[in-house]
């Protein structure tokens, strides 16, 4: 069988290091110089990139979807510019795109990504997955909710989840019974459907907007994490909880607000 490829050969708006490395992903490992492999839900991709071109190899549909490569960046890029503190940071993150990831998999990953760091977030998310998701040949799949749901909170202490393990158990068995709907997400009003996530343990005010922005791609939320708040005091001085700064960005960035975002977060932590 042939493989399927994508050419991306205009990169003012693609660069695939800095796709997966501001915060939306945990699932990809560096194979060689600009090469990465991907996975999301049960799909494996490969990107090589170099100065002129990068070439996605995979199923083509889902590896447009997944980059999100039929909307405008640069057009919205050229709306953020226009917004404060955004130049540089676009300028050095103009290669970020909003990843279209699986609901339940952003849900998972992001309950263990609280108060954690990326290495140990990965080691965890793998182990799953080699252990409780469908067997591909070459990779292992994200596992189900009701793969999930089979097992209790000793088993996710066991593969170093620590104080999430019982968020994971109650979470998976939750959406594995029908008493939380991933799908139901999609048509709620974004207030709603934050309040929503929130009734999911392990799901407080910041993962929720996370899962929004990179499961539902809802670009009216602003994620404030420790990266934020350094660029929220150096922006805006003045002390406020997260609460008070997501409402002020949000008032600043409106329907950009997640893009807005993945730029400052990237430009704060990655430009040393």
Known sequence: MEEEYIIVDDLS??????????????????????????????????????????????????ARRFFDLDRDYGAIKERLHALPFMAESIGYGAGIRILNNDPFEMIISFIISANNHIPRIKGIIERLCNDLGKDMGAYHAFPTA????????????????GYRAPYLACTAR????????????????????????????????????????????????????????KVYREKLGGEASGAQMRKKLIGIYGELSGYAQQYLFFGKRDNK
Do not use: N
Request: aromatic letters at 10%; proline letters at 3%; a negative charge.
């Open 13 to 62: 708006s693609f660069d695939i290091r800095q796709i997966l490395d501001c915060g939306q992903i945990f699932r990809y490992a560096k194979t060689g110089e600009g090469e990465y492999v991907v996975h999301s839900r049960d799909r494996q991709l490969t990107v090589r990139q170099d100065k002129e071109k990068a070439v996605i190899c995979g199923d083509k549909e889902f």
């Open 146 to 161: 009701q793969a999930m749901a089979q097992k209790g909170e000793e088993y996710y202490l066991a593969q170093g989840a």
């Open 174 to 229: 939750a959406i594995a019974e029908g008493a939380f709907d991933v799908d139901a997400v999609r048509d709620m009003p974004t207030p709603a459907a934050q309040k929503y996530l929130c009734s999911l343990l392990g799901v407080g005010p910041k993962v929720a907007d996370c899962i929004l922005l990179f499961g539902y791609h809802r670009t009216d939320v602003f994620p404030v994490d420790t990266w934020i708040k």
